[in-house]
């Protein structure tokens, strides 16, 4: 690829720390190639101290665009001239597109998930979902469903530095959409099991299920799922977590990993970068999904 570089190639990548393990160079990179685009993708390490200056680069080299990952997607939105409103409520961004030096924030994990949903053939307007875990991708979960349509959100997060956080999606949620969304101990897991039974979706946003919680699950045992219920986690590796195969043994009718919201994030963002549609197909089969 590098031998296609020329004095015209355009530059984006990925501001996080650690970003070297990301699919995202190979996705966007195959998809540059696939639609002809002079453009190449890289990954920049980058903390929490450095993501002011890292800005300011953008600015300075004329970056395309960025995606921006931990821990950095709550404190660019600082340094940004517009943020979309999706980003604005969800106060975090995971892409940056540079228009003619204005930097615009958005946020594609939400897009990302709702496209993954409709892939599956899966339309949560006017349904209840149940989700565990109001961190980063819980918060963009919650706010760009809504935004879509869901009608009842039961937000379920254990008492860390993330509970208060669930409260302020939950109010932002009440006061900005129709959706009404309420908060829960996910200590209570007699409560989690009565909403789950009035819900038409369960999502797990929470890290348990993942390095180093590989094995866990949020949800105790099988019995909290039922046939028709759609289970949806959001990791993406392992494919298949402790989750997901209390879900398999549940017999529900769909249960899904993450990986088709990691692929359509960065569709989403792809598309806000060139204004091309991303060529699912291929990418899908550099990524192995
Ligand atoms: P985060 O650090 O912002 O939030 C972590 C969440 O996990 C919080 O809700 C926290 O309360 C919860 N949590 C942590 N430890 C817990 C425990 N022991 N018991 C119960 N809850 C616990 O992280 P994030 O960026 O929101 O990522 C959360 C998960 O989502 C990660 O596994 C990440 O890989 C995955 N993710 C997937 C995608 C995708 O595209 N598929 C995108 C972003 C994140």
């Known amino acids: 690829m590098a031998q296609n570089v020329t004095g015209h190639t355009e530059l984006l990548g990925l501001m ?41 680069a953008i600015r300075t080299l004329k970056l395309k665009g960025c995606n921006v990952s931990m821990p950095n997607k709550s404190e660019v939105c600082k340094y940004l001239d517009k943020l979309s409103p999706a ?31 409709k892939d599956n053939g899966v339309d949560i307007t006017g349904k209840k979902m149940t989700l565990a875990g109001a961190g980063g991708a819980g918060t963009a979960i919650a706010i760009q469903s809504a935004l879509d349509g869901v009608g009842e959100l039961s937000i379920f997060n254990i008492h860390d530095e993330f509970w208060d956080n669930a409260h302020k999606t939950a109010k932002k949620i009440n006061e900005n959409t129709n959706c009404k969304a309420t908060v829960y101990p996910l200590e209570d897991k007699e409560l989690l099991k009565s909403e789950i039974e009035s819900s038409y979706i369960f999502t797990n946003a929470t890290g348990v299920g993942m390095k180093p919680l590989e094995g866990m699950t949020v949800v105790p045992s099988a019995d909290f799922f039922r046939k028709d219920l759609v289970v949806v986690d959001i990791i993406y590796s ?45 990418i899908k089969k550099v990524l192995e999904l």
């Not at 980003?87 to 897009?111: M, Q, R, S």
């Not at 919201?261 to 291929?282: H, N, R």
Request: charged share 25%.
């Open 238 to 282: 392992p494919k298949k977590t402790r989750l997901l195969e209390l879900a398999e043994e549940a017999d529900c009718r769909i249960w899904v990993n993450g990986t088709g919201m990691m692929l359509f994030q960065g569709a989403a963002a792809f598309k806000l970068w060139t204004g091309k549609d991303m060529p699912i197909d291929d």
């Open 16 to 56: 996080a720390m650690p970003s070297r393990h990301s699919n995202s160079p190979l996705m966007h990179n195959t998809a540059f190639e696939k639609t002809g685009l002079d453009c190449v993708y890289v990954c920049f390490e980058v903390g929490r101290d450095e993501i002011k200056d890292a800005v300011k």
């Open 87 to 117: 980003c604005a409520l969800i106060g975090a961004c995971n892409t940056i597109v540079n228009k003619d030096g204005c930097l615009e924030g958005h946020n594609t994990d939400g897009i990302g998930y709702m496209t993954m949903l």
